[in-house]
């Protein structure tokens, strides 16, 4: 990663990230359940969510919002 390679031309002894985290959207667009929506997509959704995570799987942020229906458990298993 470019991080890592100017990291290691600075000689510095503590590399400053802890753990490496991932960021995805999804979404109910047209009644069909979608992953990583482009901005059309998220414009149109009904339901956005947004969900970030560690490597180590822990979770940083679910947000999810109903923006023209709501939705259910049964939408997102």
């Known amino acids: 990663m470019g991080f890592k390679k100017i990291f290691k031309q600075e000689k ?8 490496y985290l991932a960021a995805i959207s999804v979404g109910i667009v047209n009644s069909q359940p979608m992953l990583d929506l482009k901005y059309d997509e ?5 339901v956005d969510m947004n969900i970030v995570m560690l490597e180590s799987g822990e979770f940083v942020e679910v947000q999810a919002t109903a923006e023209g229906k709501t939705y259910s458990r049964n939408n997102w298993i």
């Open 42 to 46: 998220d414009k149109a959704a009904e």
């Open 12 to 19: 510095s002894r503590n590399f400053p990230v802890k753990e």
